[in-house]
């Protein structure tokens, strides 16, 4: 990342969520953020390590349809592989 700080506008498309919702983690602390005038911002160091922890609702269903496939279609090995 080359920049040093990044709009709500920004966060709030990195993570598809509203910017309402990035005022809300900012106000509640999950969003490290600076008051800069009337606006906030976000610094690039900090940007890392909540999109690491971010999975956005889609990607969790994703992940559920993928899971639930992979033991539909393995799961008696996947047993198997457990009890030896």
């Known amino acids: ?6 709009s709500t506008s920004e966060i709030a498309e990195m993570l598809n969520v509203s910017r309402i919702t ?3 983690r900012i106000k509640n602390g999950q969003i490290k953020a600076e008051k800069i ?3 906030y911002v976000v610094p690039a160091e900090s940007v ?7 999975v956005s609702e889609s990607d969790k ?6 899971v639930d496939r992979a033991f539909a279609e393995y799961g008696e090995t996947i047993k ?3 009890d030896a």
């Open 1 to 6: 990342m080359n920049k040093q700080f990044f």
């Open 22 to 24: 990035v005022f809300n």
């Open 37 to 39: 005038g009337r606006n």
């Open 48 to 54: 890392t390590p909540f999109l690491q922890d971010y």
């Open 61 to 66: 269903k994703n992940i559920k349809k993928l």
């Open 80 to 82: 198997r592989l457990g």
